[in-house]
């Protein structure tokens, strides 16, 4: 099967002469659910927005589904959430910020509505609809951009920091949401707890923006040697066991790490 995503020797220097990746190649197959991990300014978010289709590259290529190198006709199948939620949300009210990429796609009325009721009930935005997005706060912000990422159910999710500002409660929302999505994620992100949570892939970009390492979760996220060298912090839970237990007992999540406990003590 096609990959949803290959993206082979991409790099990108940016106008003022800072090269952010460096000949990067990988591919994401359907359904995987994929954390791309770096230090600031390693070059995550641009390599979400060379995978987007939302800058191009100075050189490789991204090629998509049908191994088209199009990304524009592909466009209404990737849902990209980018770091700063202000870049989503342009229109007069939160409603019309969700019903644009339905509309766009030309899902039916009746479907996107229940799609964004849905959404916004989940994401605790039911009662901000009709508020201009500008009047909201961060957070909400943040959870209205996720909801119109969502909303176009688009085949490909390449979410740069989707918690952002996001609270406790919904920061829990969104991950169910993502977790649950049909297709394919990829998230980008500094957190190794938040790739513990998402994703069972973890590629590392080092600090000169190239791809350092490529491997299953677990392999990544207690190998605490490779991830300091690379500004990042293992996730809690690994800090915590990382000497007492082997790497294939560690517990990578909080969830994961009650249970051993749990477990230990009957
Ligand atoms: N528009 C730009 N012009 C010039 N340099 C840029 C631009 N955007 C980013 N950079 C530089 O490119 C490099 C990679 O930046 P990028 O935003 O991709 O990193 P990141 O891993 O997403 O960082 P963070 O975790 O801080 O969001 C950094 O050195 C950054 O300063």
Redesign the pocket.
Known sequence: MAPVIDASGLTHE???G?T?IRDVTLSIGANERVAVV??????????QLALGGLVDPSAGTVRYFDQTADAERVRDRLGVLL?DPDDYLFNTTVREDLEYGPAQLGMSRRVADERIARLAADLGLTDLLDRPPFRLSGGEKQRAAVASVLAFDPDVLLLDEPFGAVDARYRERIRKLVISHEGTVVV?T?SLDLAAELAERVIV?GQQ?SIVADALAREILTDGELLRSNGLRPPATVRLFEGTLDDEEIPLTVAAARQYLVDERQ
């Open positions: 940016y106008p003022d800072t952010a770096g230090a600031n300014g390693s070059g995550k978010s641009t390599l770091q980008f500094p970009v923006g």
